[in-house]
């Protein structure tokens, strides 16, 4: 694949600033609200709104304009935001206005890095052996995360580390700048028309295994979604000592999505084949067990178990459903995209409205309770489906 070097490069600088971003600036909203879940759940939508709002319009954008050129510009204009956002780090609603902002440049960058990708390459084994390439290298990177941040904040505090990804970002940005301007990158106003005339948001063009791998991503980030807004507030309630807690928690989760990387080549033809549904039912099923085990239990390893299986499950899915649109929607990727963010963001925002209100009434082993379920709900639909797929 032409320019893998700098592709892979910019996504690892891309990955492991944002991680350095995320990790803290949950932290610092944590302790700045006292564990209110309803800022959480606040911090939690400036993620996910972005993704439900804007991803057909930047879809839409993007397609009009010089793809490396628009990856160029979204990256420097993250740098400032990064930089303002360390500026005004006591500010929390100001801060989470510039979260908000910078997801949407988030959203629009990886829409277009996989624009560019199906660009370069059309070849189906090397794309997904990139797809297993940018996880498993952009994971590995993300591993050192937690060792840094540990080394670092016994001089450092936790608003540092939001300017850290800002030059991660630099570095990131650099690395595109070192790809060739190829014209193939440009799409000219005719070929803007033809991809709107063959929209993938016609009937025609959602076949069922599209419609159904994006309704089994949704259903598994609600899981996800749990973990990645309130998953410091159960760790809270279970764990004296939160932050060391919520440090190996994003560590482990961070090497499940190592092996979800390794191993996605070998699950392969499990989720292509008549076993899939056995394999998806047996996870999620197995998830939402060890949730409400963690819940009524209190114990860390049952809850960090069952945070692993969601994330290795996820990873998996994710993987097979990207190799599978990059083929069949190589002219619309980002549209299809576009559908995916947005059932995905959607599923994340319902959490983040509904779940601050629920712990704040019911307690957090209660959502946790209800998260479990759900989970065991799609687990057993999944099996009722497994002739039908």
């Known amino acids: 694949m032409p320019n893998k070097k700098q592709l892979l490069s910019y996504r690892i600088f891309d990955e492991l600033g944002d991680w350095f971003y995320y990790f803290v600036i949950v932290l610092i909203v944590f302790k700045t609200s006292n564990d209110n879940a309803i800022y959480l759940g606040v911090l939690s939508a400036s993620y996910t709104v972005p993704g439900l709002v804007f991803s057909r319009l930047l879809a839409r954008t993007l397609r009009k304009h010089n793809i490396r050129s628009s990856l160029l510009s979204m990256a420097t204009i ?73 080394l670092l904040t016994k001089q450092f505090s936790d608003e540092i580390f939001v300017l850290l990804d800002a030059i991660f970002m630099v570095f990131a940005l650099i690395s595109i700048g070192l790809i060739s301007n190829d014209t193939s990158f440009s799409k000219s106003i005719v070929n803007v028309k033809l991809e709107r005339s063959q929209t993938v948001f016609d009937k025609n063009r959602f076949d069922g295994l599209t419609i159904w791998l994006i309704v089994l991503l949704s259903s598994i980030g609600v899981a996800n979604a749990f973990t990645d807004a309130y998953g410091i507030s159960a760790i809270n309630f ?37 076993k899939r549904n056995y394999l998806i039912s047996i996870m999620v099923l197995l998830s939402g067990v060890l949730m409400i085990g963690a819940g009524l239990f209190k114990t860390m390893i049952i809850l960090l178990t069952s945070l692993v299986i969601c994330r290795i499950f996820f990873i998996w899915i994710q993987l097979y459903a990207l190799a599978y649109f990059q083929q069949k929607f190589k002219n619309q990727i980002m549209s299809v995209l576009a559908v995916q963010n947005m059932a995905l963001d959607g599923v994340a925002l319902g959490n983040s409205i509904i779940g601050g209100f629920l712990i704040n009434q019911l307690g957090i082993i209660s959502y946790m309770l209800m998260i479990g379920v759900n989970c065991i709900i799609f687990g057993l639909a999944f099996i009722l489906m497994r002739k039908g797929n």
């Open 238 to 274: 279970i764990s004296n000592n939160t932050k060391i807690q919520y440090a190996i928690a994003v560590f482990v989760m961070t090497i499940a999505e190592l092996i979800s990387g390794m191993t996605s080549k070998l699950v392969d033809n499990q989720l292509s084949g008549h």
């Open 78 to 150: 993250r740098v400032f935001v990064l930089v303002a956002m360390f500026i005004f780090i006591t500010n929390t609603l100001f801060v989470i206005i510039l979260v908000f902002l910078e997801q949407i440049l988030s959203l629009g960058s990886k829409l277009a890095f996989q624009n560019m990708i199906v660009d370069i390459e059309e070849d189906e084994d090397v794309l997904k052996s990139f797809n297993r390439d940018v996880t498993i290298w952009s994971t590995a990177a993300r591993l050192c995360v937690i060792p840094i941040y540990f």
